[in-house]
């Protein structure tokens, strides 16, 4: 029991460590090395590389990879690519705090866009006021920011909407694909890597890189931006599986609890850092936000509504599913992982 505990808390102090540390450590990436396109880029090469040689050595198992399931998932990893490169561009030209307040905004329009187009109830009178607390800390924290401008806020948008969209449209497609995690992580990141020379080319990013590399000649190596993307690499393939280990150790609501905390870490940290984030009074607006996030985590928990408490079920027996597959693979010979 005491290894067992042990375990646990070792898994959720690191994804809390991963979580609340890797906005802060894209921030400081992008500002090394201003490529946003090729940062992600690098970024999907390590995680699908992780995955499949941590897969190939039998650390964990994933779906295997083939051509009629990836042109099926292909419209959900669009969405992917599309919220991790407004994403990126976002914190390229704001600081974190503004991220982390446009990030909560996310269950407003997803609760929008339930009622709207999925047909669902509409939100209780809790879940009602907690997300106009965090629409009223976002706007408080919009009119103060004195780092406003209009291509960091049109960003800010787009990363919205995209944002918006993968929570609602890729739960769909991973329910009917009937992906496992490591399988979800794995699809997304190879499709988007794919995208990414394509994006690239319509930005014009690459001739920026072209350029950098015929200016600077033989001293195109950067020591301190090498150790900023190699960090943004390996955290965001952390993540991954801090938080797939850490959400089958934990109940939901603790791993809720642990997700709202760590917006409060990153926010602590940013802080103390650099000089990279809001006033005081746009802090507290940020705060006001994440609050009114508590709130709403806390109304659609105790709802209790038939509909959410079956598809929690069935969630959590699909996560059992998966790992029983992960248990086999790990007992499997080699040459059973490899048929």
Known sequence: MAKQSYATSSLVLGYALCSSLLAIINKYA???????????????????????????????????????????????????????FTNTHLLKHANVDTFIVFRSLTPLLVAIADTTFRKQPCPSKLTFLSLVIILGGALGYVMTDSGFTLTAYSWAVA?????????????HMVTNLRLNTWGFVLYNNLLSLIMAPVFG?????????????????????????????????????????????????VSATAFTVTGVVNKFLTVTINVMIWDKHANGFGLVCLIFTLAGGIFYQQSVTTKGNAPALREMVANRGNDETDLDKEKQSLVSSPKDSRD
């Not at 499949?52 to 990879?65: M, N, R």
């Not at 990363?159 to 739960?171: A, G, H, N, S």
């Not at 930005?203 to 943004?232: I, K, M, P, Q």
Request: glycine share 6%.
């Open 201 to 249: 080319i319509l930005t014009g990013e690459h001739l920026s890189v072209f350029r950098a590399f015929e200016s600077r000649g033989e001293s195109w190596f950067e020591l301190d931006a090498f150790v900023a993307v190699s960090l943004s690499c390996v955290f965001g393939l952390l993540i991954s599986f801090f938080g797939f280990a850490a959400r089958k150790a």
């Open 30 to 84: 992008i500002t090394k090395f201003s490529y946003p396109g090729l940062l992600t880029a690098l970024q999907y090469l390590t995680s699908v590389v992780g995955v499949w040689s941590l897969g190939k050595l039998g650390f964990l198992y994933h779906d295997p990879f083939n051509l009629q399931t990836a042109k099926k998932f292909a419209p959900a990893a669009l969405v992917f690519y599309l919220a991790i």
């Open 159 to 171: 990363y919205l909407v995209t944002i918006t969209t993968e929570m609602v449209y890729i739960k």
